[in-house]
């Protein structure tokens, strides 16, 4: 199972970007999908979670910017981030609870995709 999150990039403050994170390999079904980020000498914060239904949560810091969704048919999460703020540069990951096809469940992780918002 492999996790690829891509769309990141340079963005002027006040920008949006989308990151997709697409899961493949030898799936069953994915629970739980986050997003993560991580500053330079910053712990790694939560900056989203969506059930498989759907229901979404969101750290404080992102609230009424950034959105969250799926597409299971697709096996990709979304992170739509608006209104973008300097402190929001980080490297974001994905993240995911996948039931693999042998029964087993675990967590993955994606590879990280830089986000710098600057003038």
């Known amino acids: 199972v492999q996790l690829q999150a891509s769309g990141g990039g340079t963005v002027q403050p006040g920008g949006s970007l989308r990151l997709p994170c697409a899961a493949s390999?030898?799936?069953?079904?994915?629970?739980?999908m986050r997003w993560y980020r991580q500053s330079p000498g910053k712990q790694r914060e939560l900056v989203a979670a969506i059930t498989r239904t759907g229901r979404s949560d969101y750290g404080g810091m992102v609230k009424g910017r950034f959105t969250i969704s799926r597409d299971n048919a697709k096996k990709t999460g979304y992170l739509q981030m608006n209104n973008l703020k300097s402190e929001d540069t980080a490297v974001y990951f994905c993240?995911?609870?996948?039931?693999?096809?042998?029964?087993?469940?675990?967590?993955?992780w994606g590879q990280g995709t830089q986000v710098t918002v600057s003038s």
């Open positions: 993240n995911a609870e996948v039931v693999r096809i042998d029964v087993i469940t675990a967590d993955y």
């Open positions: 390999g030898s799936i069953f079904r994915i629970n739980d």
